[in-house]
């Protein structure tokens, strides 16, 4: 028998007409009522303290931003009252210590903190890092955050009247999905007795803050514990879970309870990497729940460039708050502002070349503004009011000399466990600084304003596509297959955001495309 495939292929410019685009992250109804299945609501309290401001010395920063005309739409919804505006400033010390300086938007040399806080923060995330250092007091790098530089953060924020977010990673340096070393103090631990060390280090840890004054309202039970923490031991084994999420989950309960016996109205907050990734959020939470687990909140990084889009965080939040009834943060946010490199200062991790596209914004202070509401308007509408805040990771780090993700020591023990291979490494640059809400000289970006105006709006006209993403669209059809043209097509908005726009196609101008179909005739015979 004779066998005919017939291949038609249509390549060429075409013709488009666009209507008006919107992101994929849709808007859902909710009550508006906050429920856990922990004996209590999870619900924040927050200090309506006043404080004197604060202002430096130095000459006005006369740097320009565009603040009157950036564009920001209102929340879909409201925020829930208690809704947490937070930011991670864990490297503020360090880069106070090297002589970076801030400014207010009026170009005012002014305090950091009181800066955020006029800005809608009302809640500071800080990380903590068991002994970020060798025993010769070589540091690690990464702000250096020990319990002594905690406490001096964790004053400032309670002096403006933040709430306090306690970021726990149970390692002496970065703890990650690919990443959770043992504390080079638990080494000698056995398995068994981990879970009693967390449970120590948390109550001891907690206790000095208490001691200093400081009463802190949430606690992260470990930091992008996808794949386990604390070392091997805590690895998850995928081919053995019920094993392994026996022993996390112990390690888990352990640290709630050092948290509880120091501050009982303190919240917990478990937390993973992959936001937008439903079923990792559901096995693993199912899992702790299963084993009784008596966490308060649900933690998700959200990277828009790693992990997933928008309808995706979506679902993975509506999907998961619906499963646990627990009310659930995006522990971790950030976009670029601009692609600009300090020679011998910073790496930048973030490049919009390479992101933009993924995440589905552009490279601006307009386009975190629109990522930063974009992420709020979904929380605003997770049903039954179980949104309960969002934090943009490092806004203040500033590209500065010394001010490094991690030195030879800290990649030391990063990469192998150990610190005294440091010559292996050399010390490394800033890696985020191109993604934070202040300029390179320390002003006041006009994206630091979205804490504020995502609950009122400001110039909030509607979005449109003002370009197309490429300047060609090249479609390839199997006319014999049936296939169609596509119905959307990657547009650019006046909100700096890439969108998926529909498009309509003109019959008159796809008639004369026809000339420009090629037909390569492949014929197989037996």
């Known amino acids: ?51 004197e401001k604060s202002y430096g010395t130095n000459p006005d920063n006369t740097e320009t931003h565009d603040y009157s005309n950036s564009k920001v739409k209102k929340t879909d919804k409201d925020l829930r009252s208690d809704f947490a505006m937070g930011v991670d400033g864990s490297m503020i010390n360090k880069i106070e210590a090297l002589g970076g300086q801030y400014y207010n938007q009026d170009g005012k040399n002014q305090d950091v903190f009181q ?87 948390t109550r001891d840890s907690l206790q000095s803050f208490k001691d200093a004054g400081i009463t802190i309202d949430a606690c992260q039970i470990g930091n992008e514990i996808n794949n386990g923490m604390c070392g091997d031991y805590g690895t998850i084994d995928w081919n053995d879970t019920s094993t392994s999420f026996d022993y996390i989950a112990s390690i888990l309960s352990d640290g709630i309870k050092g948290m509880k016996e120091i501050f009982p109205d303190c919240y917990s907050v478990i937390h993973l990497a992959n936001g937008g990734n439903s079923q990792e959020f559901e096995t693993y939470f199912t899992a702790l729940d299963d084993r009784k687990v008596d966490y308060d909140i649900i933690g998700a990084s959200y990277y828009p460039n790693l992990s997933g889009g928008l309808d995706e965080l979506e679902a993975n939040l509506n999907n998961i708050t619906a499963l646990t009834n627990k009310p659930a943060m995006v522990c971790e946010i950030n976009w670029g502002f601009t692609d600009e490199s300090v020679t011998g200062v910073t790496a930048n991790q973030y490049n919009g070349s390479t992101y933009e596209d993924k995440g589905g914004y552009l490279t601006s202070e307009q386009a975190q503004a629109t990522c930063m509401r974009d992420v709020l308007n979904i929380l605003a509408n997770v049903p039954n009011n179980l949104g309960l805040g969002m934090f943009y990771w490092e806004p203040a780090w500033l590209p500065l000399s010394g001010a490094t993700w991690a030195t030879k020591y800290g990649q030391s023990y990063q990469y192998t466990g150990v610190d005294t291979n440091a010559t292996s490494y050399t010390d490394g640059l800033a890696t985020w600084r191109n993604q934070g809400l202040f300029s390179y000289t320390g002003k006041a970006l006009a994206s630091l304003q979205v804490f504020n105006l995502a609950k009122t709006g400001q110039n909030a006209v509607e979005e449109k596509s003002t370009k197309l993403r490429n300047s060609t669209v090249d479609v390839t059809l199997n006319i014999a297959a049936d296939e169609t043209l596509p119905t959307t097509v990657s547009v650019e908005t006046n909100y700096d955001a890439i969108r998926d726009a529909s498009v309509t196609w003109k019959p008159v101008k796809l008639a004369k495309l026809i000339l420009l179909v090629s037909i390569p005739l492949l014929v197989l015979l037996p």
Not at 32 to 44: A, W
Not at 140 to 153: H, M, P, Q, R, V
Not at 181 to 189: I, V
Request: hydrophobic share 35%.
């Open 115 to 201: 800066i955020l806080k006029e800005n809608g923060v009302n809640f500071f995330r800080i990380r903590l890092w068991n002994n970020p250092e060798n025993k010769f007091g070589k540091t690690y790098g990464g702000g250096e955050n020990n319990i002594d530089t905690d406490i001096a953060l964790a004053k400032r924020a309670k002096a403006v009247g933040m709430n306090v977010l306690l970021d726990f990673h149970y390692s002496d340096f970065w703890a990650d999905p690919d990443n959770q070393q043992l504390p080079k103090a638990w080494r000698t631990l056995d398995k068994e007795d981990i879970p009693n060390a967390v449970y120590e280090y």
């Open 1 to 51: 028998m004779k066998n005919k495939i017939l291949t038609f292929s249509l390549m060429t410019v075409v013709a488009f007409s666009l209507f008006s685009c919107k992101s994929n992250a849709s808007s859902t109804s909710q009550t508006t009522t906050s429920t856990s299945n922990s004996s209590t609501p999870v619900s924040f309290t927050y200090s309506d303290k006043t404080y």
